[in-house]
């Protein structure tokens, strides 16, 4: 099932959500927010889509 899949990729982009955020806004204030936001947004993204391929769909029937 994909829901297996999505138990471990949803938590784990919202974490790299929340970490891009809070490095980005304490490192590179001088960045637009908006920018900063975008680059978060696209950080966990990315992270969401490899975590997905990565993780094996049928992981409990071995």
Request: aromatic content about 12%; charged content about 15%; cysteine-free.
């Amino acid at each position: 099932m994909k829901t297996k899949r999505f138990m471990f990729v949803i938590p784990i982009t919202i974490i790299v959500l929340v970490v891009a955020i809070w490095m980005l806004n304490g490192g590179y204030s001088e960045i637009e927010p908006s920018i900063r936001l975008m680059i978060a947004i696209g950080a966990a993204i990315f992270s969401g889509v490899i975590s997905y391929f990565l993780f094996p769909e049928n992981e409990g029937k071995r």
